[in-house]
């Protein structure tokens, strides 16, 4: 895929970042108002901007399995805040329409990070 950061298959920090890419891009096609940008750090008072940082927060964690202490670091977030996002998330989740939109995101994450493990493979 051109424009992706190559993945290092052997890195786990190469490997974060993999996950961390995909989640992104996924969230953004979850959410196509939002830029890729305002999802990393989004701007005071968007709160679908920071709905969907905790989305990907979310997604890293619970679908990817990555700890949350390493999240919280990659992320420069303290590890209370990461939490909070994953309770808002799953908060949300209990709404079978939320859900829905979420797993397809998960979904594109999952397709999107297999498709560049297999080009750096």
Request: include cysteine; proline fraction near 5%.
């Amino acid at each position: 895929m051109s424009g992706d950061p190559l993945i290092n298959l052997h890195s786990a920090r190469s490997r974060h970042d993999g996950i961390y890419h995909a989640c992104i891009m996924a969230v953004r096609d979850g959410f196509p108002h939002l830029t890729a940008q305002a999802i990393i750090d989004p701007p005071h008072e968007w709160f679908d901007a920071a709905l969907a940082r905790q989305i990907v927060i979310h997604i890293m964690v619970r679908a990817f399995g990555l700890p949350k202490r390493s999240v919280a670091q990659h992320q420069a977030r303290s590890r209370e805040a990461v939490n909070r996002g994953l309770r808002v998330v799953e908060r949300r989740l209990e709404t079978p329409r939320f859900r829905n939109h979420y797993d397809r995101m998960v979904s594109a994450a999952r397709g999107s990070l297999t498709a560049r493990m297999e080009d750096a493979a």
